[in-house]
């Protein structure tokens, strides 16, 4: 009788966690932070807040299944064993609808950003490229992939970290504006807290929750990780809260430099360095 086929489980705890932190913050944080905050103006870092905390409450939920029965199928196995099999049925199409248009959406993002460096740089050749380079990392090994992720996911955190330091820095020390701080009067001088009004504000909940998408990929991962159960309970009591500092830290610090025109001068080339904050800053 042959034996049934069982999970290698090479990804580490550290690996899935950094899984969950880069699929969250990528091009939700920058690009669309653009349009949230012409939305919403300064209360866009309580519309991150708020959907953060939410999330944190759905990631208890579903880090409690997976501790039960850590699974590759994740939600979808979930709701067919405890509603029904046709919700695990239409969740797992949705995800896969919700994925593909996300992919093309990263897809176009990625020929932006390529395109801002290179602009001769057409996009029917940046756009396969990215296609390749995308399916040949997901066709490796689990463990391969972890550490792929865990990489990238680090020049990402290690970004926005600096990013937030100087940022922090040049608000409440004035490092690089003579001495003088910006302060916080870009929160509350151009046009008040809530620009848009309630009305903005609800708006641009839609694209913060698309903001905080891939966070689920947790439960995913935690089917491929080695000891899922002791994994499962260190990334859902840590990831929220680090994936909430980056967020509310970096999109706090956005809004505090481009809701005015008292910025540093040498902050204006720098954001040249990064087309994410450069679409951003455009709003300024």
């Given at each position: 009788m042959a034996e049934k086929p069982e999970l290698k489980r090479?990804?580490?705890?550290?690996?899935?966690?950094m899984i969950g932190i880069g699929g969250s913050i990528g091009v939700g944080l920058f690009m669309g932070s653009a349009a949230t905050i012409k939305w919403t103006g300064p209360s866009v870092?309580?519309?991150?807040?708020?959907?953060?905390l939410v999330l944190f409450a759905v990631m208890r939920a579903l880090g409690e299944m997976i501790y039960?029965?850590?699974?590759?199928?994740?939600?979808?196995?979930?709701?067919?064993?405890?509603?029904?099999?046709?919700?695990?049925?239409?969740?797992?199409?949705?995800?896969?609808?919700q994925y593909l248009i996300v992919g093309m959406s990263e897809v176009i993002a990625i020929s932006q950003y390529l395109n801002y460096w290179?602009?001769?740089?057409?996009?029917?050749?940046?756009?396969?490229?990215?296609?390749?380079?995308?399916?040949?990392?997901?066709?490796?090994?689990?463990?391969?992939?972890?550490?792929?992720?865990?990489?990238?996911?680090?020049?990402?955190?290690?970004?926005i970290i600096f990013m937030i330091v100087v940022g922090l820095l040049v608000i409440f020390v004035g490092v690089g504006n003579?001495?003088?701080p910006l302060g916080l009067g870009n929160l509350w001088q151009h046009g008040g807290f809530?620009?848009?009004?309630?009305?903005?504000?609800?708006?641009?909940?839609?694209?913060?929750?698309?903001?905080y998408q891939a966070i689920e990929l947790l439960?995913?991962?935690a089917g491929e990780t080695a000891n899922p159960q002791v994994a499962i309970v260190k990334a859902v009591k840590s990831i929220i809260w680090r994936i909430l500092?980056?967020?509310?830290?970096?999109?706090?610090v956005i809004v505090a430099f481009i809701l005015g025109t008292n910025w540093p001068k040498w902050v204006r080339p720098s954001l040249k360095c990064s087309p994410g904050l450069a679409l951003v800053g455009q709003l300024g």
């Open positions: 090479g990804m580490t705890a550290t690996q899935m966690e870092i309580l519309a991150y807040l708020l959907v953060g039960v029965n850590p699974t590759t199928g994740s939600f979808a196995d979930y709701a067919s064993h405890y509603l029904h099999p046709i919700v695990g049925y239409l969740t797992e199409w949705s995800n896969i609808f290179w602009p001769t740089l057409p996009a029917w050749v940046s756009g396969p490229i990215a296609i390749i380079m995308l399916t040949l990392a997901n066709l490796a090994s689990a463990k391969t992939y972890g550490s792929l992720e865990f990489y990238l996911s680090i020049i990402k955190v290690v970004t003579h001495g003088r809530f620009t848009g009004g309630i009305k903005g504000f609800m708006f641009s909940l839609a694209i913060v929750i698309g903001s439960g995913i991962a500092l980056f967020y509310v830290g970096a999109i706090f």
